[in-house]
């Protein structure tokens, strides 16, 4: 069994946390790529049309006994559309699975809460997980927090360890990958 992070960034943050969130666990780290450079503008085209853009992985990296960490941002509510390209060529998961995201935060609480939902149906069996940390909880109290501060946040060393630190709490004495075999 292996523990494989598979992560997909477009500005960094996900990228990072997905990082140090698989060195702190000892999983193996995979990164989500395209071939062509992602602009704005495709982002928007993307989300309208459900479209999947091409992507560096195949969808063969996960085994039946491995245990998967997906990473994304959110784009608009959804789940970013490189990693939804990836899921989509797996089908459905061989194996048990989990979800963490660092995204601004939930203008609507509702998106959030069916992602769960979303996802077991995509995949075809529920998530054992999703964690979802707002960059707003990274920032000083007191800070007046606009969309544009919230989306050009970048994440620190600092924050980093306080993310992993809390989502290794959160996910308990036993995580989910444990006794898999
Ligand atoms: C086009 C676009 C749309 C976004 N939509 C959402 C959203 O719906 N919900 C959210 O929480 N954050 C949203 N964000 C903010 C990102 O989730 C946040 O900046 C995240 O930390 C970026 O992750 P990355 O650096 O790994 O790409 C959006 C960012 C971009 C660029």
Redesign the pocket.
Same mark, same amino acid.
Request: hydrophobic share 40%.
């Given at each position: 069994m292996k523990i494989k992070v598979i992560s997909y960034?477009?500005?960094?943050?996900?990228?990072a946390l997905a990082a140090e969130f698989a060195k702190a666990i000892g999983a193996e780290h995979l990164r989500i790529t395209e071939p062509k450079k992602r602009t &704005?503008g495709k982002?928007v085209r993307e989300n309208l049309f459900n479209r999947d853009p091409k992507i560096n992985l195949s969808g063969d990296e996960i085994s039946v006994d491995d245990f998967a960490i997906f990473v994304s941002?959110?784009?608009?509510?959804?789940i &970013?559309s490189p990693l939804r390209a990836y899921l989509n060529l797996l089908k459905s998961i061989p194996s048990k699975y989990g979800f963490l995201?660092?995204?601004?935060?939930?203008?609507n609480p509702e998106t959030y809460q069916k992602f769960k939902i979303e996802l077991g149906q995509m995949l075809g069996r529920a998530p054992e997980f999703v964690i979802l940390k707002r960059?707003a909880d990274l920032l000083p109290p007191g800070q007046e927090l606009s969309q544009k501060l919230?989306?050009e946040?970048r994440v620190n060393q600092e924050d980093l360890k306080m993310l992993v630190a809390s989502i290794i709490e959160e996910l308990g004495d036993t995580p989910p990958w444990f006794g898999n075999s």
């Open positions: 960034s477009f500005t960094g943050n996900n990228e &704005a982002i941002p959110f784009w608009f509510g959804k &970013a995201s660092l995204c601004v935060g939930y203008d960059i919230l989306t946040y």
